[in-house]
């Protein structure tokens, strides 16, 4: 074996070939002054002393080196760590060696052997340090590095320690940047054609092909001292052992790179000459004291680092801007690398066994203090992909790109017991950018839904769609560091601030398709990178010793150990352990009796029970939350100056635009809260949107229209809010024509008729607030609070009860002034059924397989579902090797191609590739489908356990039940116009007020819905109509017991499902007396306007028409036929699903009965159905334990109120009703039997309360 492979000698391997050497010496740069002389223009920035030097050594000569080839090898790997062609460099070098003092002179022992003494000769310690002014022009110039040669380089410089001896002065030794400022001076500056740093991305250090390349093209480079300076083009190259090889990640043209070296010293970083060596038996006396360091001045102690970027358009080239190639395999390769450059260097020989025990050396990663960056880019590109067969991406084009910022390094020391280097911790002293005319486009491939391809498919068409732009862009941060004296937090500066200026965006069909399909490909990767983790096994490991309620209890063991806390514990121990009637003067009801006391001769109150002018907003949880005054710093400022999105559906024509002047989004940090016993922090969110407003095309608009051409944004006047001023000039006439700033007005940009398309305002200005309360789930740490609030007191009365800690989110709009024809009011259907509510189909098939597995996964215990995931995992695993080896293969044949083979070994090469190439895709499907099962599998896994646990706290009692979420939305005003085709002429109005939905998630994932409204007014407004009012409630006196005025009031409270099942424990629906004035002309109006794509001839009833007939037919025969041997029998599993998905399980229902005003008129002058003023009443409804859809609901209510109205409108009409003026009560059952002749007794009395049960339906008297 030794004979086939010989074993290697050497570390290193170091070749030069034709070598050309010329050394040239004049009289013009000899003699000590003439050098001396252009020593100091060579190295002027250094001083020089003030005495007269003397040196041992001083020579300067010109020189000039050429050679061919220049190459370092590390032992056998078979790329060179550097690699240099056609090398030429000339310029004066200087050598200069200052003679040593006393202090710097060693005496060595010479052994001369016998019979002779030892002989001791002096030494100086003083280094030769060189002087250069060196022009340099290379051809090619490549470097290599990457940590897979890390152990090899230790090993060299281990092996030069036994060849150079280090310096004999006691001193630290330095680094080997101090080394080169200390030895190395003057100016270098080379012209490289071809510059490339090679980043290793493997740990194999005989790789060849994982690397990042990093390429300068003509650059010219000028090296003096703390300077550096680069001009090219830079470009950055992936190369990797797949399809993505050689991609071009980054391409910079006409770059200027400088890089600004500060060095942090105790003394002058630039005096050189001033250092003194001390030989080990001439240390100083003050010294004895303290480590002797001949280098302390000069040392330096950090790096302070400037790096300034910046481009120009090519003077020949002015459509060639910066860009940036981006594909999903290309992230993954780059976080890979990320994490190879980024990990700890293993040490090599090192330790009392190799007796080497000097401390390591310090990195130069962790010796910056600080860095600035400045960047200036004149226009910038990004494109990202999914994947190389470019079917679905995105671009960003960018105009002007300014930033700079300042980073700070911190080393934080750790004390945990052990021995740990400190821990780098890069934080953000300021940054400022600004980015001008950016833009945002969506692409995807017409037939994206084919993602496999064969290498001779020709790739399909990319449609390019728009989707955001701003005008101008500006950031800034501004961090204040605790730790420097004097320096407090401003509460309202807050530490980063955004404003966007002008910002155009649209949201359509295919953008939400691309989009989609983004995101969901993100989350695949991300959620695969995450369950094949070993994360992802800690979750459902149980400790036998512990239970996941251990933390919540309030023993001393779960909680921290704070003197702070203990404090509070102690105050609060102290207060329990009093009487209950101390508890009661030191509680709130006593400071309630003292203010009382107190103003009882000063202020008059009286109560009054008209609540009407009481604002609902203390009762909004998320408002409250986000308004107290508890604020530490402001953390994010977010300003959108004159926003416009525009919003186009999917069925319908036309699209809508959402403008804001000035829309404000304010995060707060507050101080900890106290939630379940535990100390949280608390984060809020606070916006605003003013003068926000609502535009649609009034118009369809051509068929070929688009929402990517011809889009009318608005402009500037019509966005922001206009002051009422009087025109001073003629000019501005013209522009109020055919405009307005109320709701209904068009805007266009040509006066009168014409054929453009015109936008009309639907929403008017107005004003829309969001608040958001969030606290988190795990404690904080308690040494970094400054003042840690008191624990809430128990509660000791009904009148004492304090608001928790809840999860809040509060939306608020103040007046609505609406106004819509049916094609608006058709796109805003639209947009909300299909843009806003859209789920995707995937999404879809995801949901109901998750629901599957739920179902199937609650017939096995947790126990066996370990197994089956632990395998899941070792497939994709595999999977995931069995590509990257098909990738590898892949890559091996196409490289083979390209070296032009013979005919008989291309077609086999390509009979290759494409069976490789199918093979990929199979095992991409494979991965896809594995990884999706693995995704649901844990999912399922989680959350059984967390239902578990949940379980096991509800019957232990070890946490009450509290609300943990709470969703809020209302609005105070609201009019809805109702129009006709042109915008104009109105329909009907709609009036709305006081408007509340609240939905309350409880920890035992019960959820209460409560959905209140205050007023309710709907008018007819079409000409020469009898009855004016539509809907409305009906007069009531100011004494009559109305719970704050509200017209509608609907309350749920859902249970946690049962097997899938929803469970609605209370339902109540309460409705105020109504009046009902109705038209059969105003009828067919509405419902024309509602559904405008129904036939206008047809009559709008009930009626179904032969063709649905004929559908229900169809779906009914094949309902009963699926019992038949053609269909497959249903599982339980997709029995359960079914019924959970479609059934709800009602246990109370209630609606109170509801007295109502009819009045009716038809199209004729007099009919049998015309009404004037009849007095109805809806019924009282029960239902108890029924298990409904929400459309059997309804059609319960419909048929249960039918009967009962129907037989009081018809009583009513033929006058059948009790002599009211008769005081005799004999009178009511004649009438009653007289109604029983007629009609007979199938109607039931009035005052009557239906109810239904488990036992049936009601059944009404024969």
């Not at 260097?345 to 390591?360: C, H, L, Y």
């Not at 989609?516 to 490991?541: H, V």
């Not at 009309?760 to 904080?780: H, N, P, T, W």
């Not at 390509?910 to 991965?927: G, I, V």
Request: charged share 25%; proline share 6%; glycine share 4%.
């Amino acid at each position: 074996m030794y004979k086939a492979a010989p074993p290697r000698t050497r570390l290193f391997a170091w070749t030069m070939t034709d070598v050309e050497i010329l050394i040239l010496a004049d009289p013009t740069i000899h003699g000590t002054e003439k050098v001396i002389n252009i020593m100091r223009e060579i190295d002027h920035e250094t001083p020089w002393p003030e005495e007269p030097i003397d040196f041992s050594t001083l020579w300067c000569r010109v020189v000039s080196l050429r050679c061919t080839e220049w190459k370092f090898v590390l032992r056998d790997f078979p790329q060179p760590l550097m690699d240099i062609r056609k090398y030429y460099v000339y310029g004066q070098l200087v050598g200069a060696e200052q003679l040593a003092p006393k202090r710097a002179i060693r005496t060595v022992a010479v052994h001369l052997g016998e019979p002779f003494d030892p002989y001791v000769i002096e030494r100086g310690m003083l280094p030769l340090k060189f002087y250069h002014d060196f022009n340099c022009g290379i051809e090619s110039f490549s470097y290599a590095f990457g940590p897979c040669w890390e152990p090899v380089i230790a090993q060299c410089n281990l092996s030069f320690s036994q060849i150079s001896a280090p310096s004999r002065d006691p001193s630290p030794p330095l680094t080997f940047w101090d080394k080169m400022r200390l030895l190395l001076h003057g100016r270098l500056t080379m012209e490289v054609k071809q510059l490339t740093v090679l980043l290793h991305a493997s740990l194999d250090p005989y790789n060849t092909t994982e690397e990042m390349a990093i390429t300068w093209e003509g650059v010219a480079m000028d090296w003096t001292n703390a300077k550096f300076v680069y001009k090219g083009d830079l470009n950055v190259f992936v190369r990797t052992a797949s399809k993505y090889d050689d991609v071009q990640l980054l391409k910079i043209p006409n770059l200027k790179l400088i890089l600004g070296i500060q060095w942090v010293c105790l003394g002058d970083p630039n005096d050189h000459h001033s250092i003194i060596q001390c030989a080990p038996d001439k240390i100083p006396e003050y010294s004895s004291n303290q480590v002797h360091d001949s280098f302390r001045a000069f040392r330096s102690q950090n790096v302070n680092l400037s790096i300034v970027l910046e481009t120009k358009p090519v003077p020949n080239e002015p459509n060639s801007p910066p860009l940036l190639l981006l594909y999903g395999s290309t992230l993954k390769w780059i976080e890979n690398l990320k994490l190879i450059l980024s990990g700890v260097t293993r040490p090599t020989k090192r330790g009392k066994i190799f007796k080497n025990v000097r401390p390591r050396k310090v990195q130069l990663s962790r010796h910056y203090r600080k860095v600035r960056l400045l960047m200036g880019l004149h226009k910038f590109q990004v494109f990202y992909w999914m994947s190389f067969s470019m079917q679905r991406g995105c671009e960003f084009f960018g105009g002007r790109l300014s930033s700079s910022s300042e980073h700070m390094l911190s080393l934080i020391p750790l004390d945990d017991g052990l021995k740990h280097r400190p821990k780098a911790e890069w934080s953000v002293v300021y940054m400022n950018s600004e980015l001008n005319d950016f833009e945002v486009w969506l692409k995807s491939a017409y037939h994206d839904e084919f993602d496999t391809e064969t290498p001779s498919s020709p790739k399909p068409p990319v449609e390019k769609c728009y989707c955001l732009s701003v005008a101008k862009v500006s950031y800034g941060r501004e961090t204040a560091f605790p730790s420097q004296p004097g320096c407090e937090r401003n509460k309202d500066m807050p530490t980063h601030k955004l404003v966007v200026y002008d910002l155009r965006g649209a949201w359509t069909k295919s953008n939400r398709n691309v989009a989609f399909a983004l995101f969901d490909t993100f989350m695949k990767n991300t959620r695969l990178k995450k369950n094949l983790s070993t994360d992802a096994l800690k979750f459902f490991r149980k400790d036998s010793t512990s239970t996941p309620l251990k933390r919540r209890n309030t023993d001393a063991s779960g909680t921290p150990t704070n003197t702070a806390i203990q404090t509070i514990q102690t105050s609060s121990a102290v207060q329990d352990s009093s009487s209950p009637m101390s508890k009661l003067q030191s509680g709130h009801a006593a400071n309630m009796l003292q203010q009382l006391i107190a103003e009882v001769d000063n202020n008059a109150v009286v109560y009054s029970d008209d609540l009407s002018a009481v604002s609902r907003q203390p009762h909004l949880q998320g408002l409250q939350a986000c308004q107290e005054d508890d604020v530490m710093h402001k953390n994010w400022q977010i300003t959108l100056v004159n926003a416009q999105v525009l919003l186009k559906g999917c069925e319908t024509k036309g699209y809508i635009i959402i403008s804001a002047a000035k829309a404000e989004i304010i995060q707060r940090i507050h101080r900890p809260a106290w939630k379940d016993r535990t100390l949280v922090s608390k984060t809020t969110w606070v916006g605003s949107l003013e003068c926000m407003q609502y535009y649609a095309t009034v118009n369809a608009g051509g068929e070929n229209d688009t929402a990517n051409e011809n889009i009318m944004w608005l402009t500037i006047d019509n966005i922001q809010e206009k002051e009422s001023a009087p025109i001073s000039e003629p000019s501005e006439v013209p522009n109020m024509v055919g405009s307005g700033v109320s709701v209904g007005a068009v805007v266009s940009d040509t006066v009168g008729a014409s054929n453009s398309r015109q936008l009309q305002r639907i929403v008017s200005r107005c004003k829309c607030e969001f608040f958001y309360a969030d606290y988190g789930d795990i404690s904080v740490d308690l040494e970094a609070i400054a003042e840690i609030p008191p624990p809430p007191q128990e509660e000791v009365g009904p009148w004492e009860s304090k608001p928790s800690a809840v999860d809040a989110f509060t939306l608020m709009h103040h007046d609505l002034d609406v106004c819509t024809n049916s094609l608006q009011y058709a796109m805003l259907l639209d947009i909300v059924n299909n843009l806003l509510l859209y789920v995707e189909p995937t999404r879809k098939e995801a949901l109901e397989k998750l629901a599957r597995m739920r179902f199937k996964l609650q017939l096995q215990t947790m126990e066996d579902q370990r197994k089956p995931i632990q395998n899941k995992q070792m497939e994709v695993r595999t999977l995931q090797s069995k590509l990257r080896r098909l990738e590898k293969e892949s890559y091996l044949v196409n490289k083979a191609l390209e070296e032009n083979p013979d005919e008989e070994e291309l077609i086999e090469l390509r009979q290759d590739a494409e069976r490789l190439e199918r093979l990929m895709n199979e095992c991409k499907n494979q991965l896809n489908t594995q990884s999706e099962e693995l995704d649901l599998m844990l999912s399922c896994y989680k959350e059984s356990q967390l239902l578990a646990n949940a379980r096991l706290a509800t019957t232990r009692s070890d946490k009450p039940l509290t609300i943990v979420r709470a969703n809020e939305i209302c609005f105070k005003h609201a009019q809805w116009r109702l129009t006709e085709a042109d915008g104009q002429i109105g329909i009907a109005d709609l009036v709305l007020s006081n408007f509340l939905y609240t939905k309350n998630s409880k920890s035992d994932d019960s959820v209460e819905h409560l959905l209140e409204l205050g007023y309710l007014r709907m008018t007819n407004l079409l000409p020469n109509e009898i009855y004016k009012e539509v809907l409305c409630p009906t007069e009531i006196q100011y004494d009559m017991p109305i719970e704050h005025k509200k017209v509608l009031r609907v309350f749920c409270r859902e249970r946690p499902p049962v097997g899938g099942i929803s469970v609605k424990e209370h339902f109540e629906i309460n409705l105020v007396p109504l009046t009902i004035g109705l038209t059969k002309k105003f009828y067919n109006t509405m419902m024309k306007f509602c559904f405008p794509e129904r036939d206008e001839t047809s009559d709008y009833n009930d009626k179904p028409t032969e063709e649905e007939v004929e559908q229900k037919g169809k779906k009914i025969r094949s309902r009963r036929n699926r019992d038949s041997n053609f269909y497959v029998h249903i599982d339980d599993v997709e029995k359960m699903k079914e019924r959970a998905e479609k059934n709800k399980l009602f246990v109370y229902i209630k609606i109170p009965e509801v007295p109502v005003k009819v009045s009716y008129k038809g199209n004729k002058e007099k009919n049998l159905e015309d009404l004037r003023d009849y007095s109805l009443v809806i019924p009282t409804l029960e239902y108890h334990n029924m298990t409904w859809t929400w459309l059997d609901l309804l059609m319960a209510i419909r048929n249960d109120s039918k009967r009962v109205i129907l037989s009081q409108a018809i009583k009513q009409k033929l006058q059948i009703k009790r002599n009211t003026g008769s005081l005799d009560d004999c009178s009511a059952p004649q009438e009653e039997d007289k109604a029983r002749m007629l009609f007979g007794s199938r109607h039931a009395p009035e005052n009557r309360s239906i109810r239904k049960g488990v036992s049936g339906v009601f059944k009404f008297g024969k």
